[in-house]
C-alpha cells in the first residue's frame, strides 16, 4: 500500500504549533489572572484595570537587576557622551 501526501506528519510544523498554542494558552491565562486581580483591587475607573491587564506581562525587577549593574542602554542614545 502506497502512503501518500497527507498520511506523513510533519513533526516539525506540529511542535511549532504545539508552542504556539501553549504559549496562547499562557498569555490567555496570565491575562485572565490580571483581570481578577484587578476587580478584586477595586481600581477606580476602567483605564486603571485596562493598565493593569495591559500590562500583566511584565515582570518586576529583582535586586541584581537595579543595584550597581551596567545598563546595557543609555537614557538618550542621541546624546553626545561626557567623556
Known sequence: MAMSQRDVINFPALEQELQMAV?????????NEAKLRAVSQK???YSEFRD???TCHLKPL???D???APRKQPWNPVAPRNK
Open 23 to 31: 504559549e496562547s494558552e499562557r498569555g490567555y491565562l496570565r491575562e
Open 66 to 68: 537595579k543595584d550597581g
Open 62 to 64: 529583582e535586586k541584581k
Open 52 to 54: 493593569l491587564v495591559l
Open 43 to 45: 481600581v477606580g475607573s
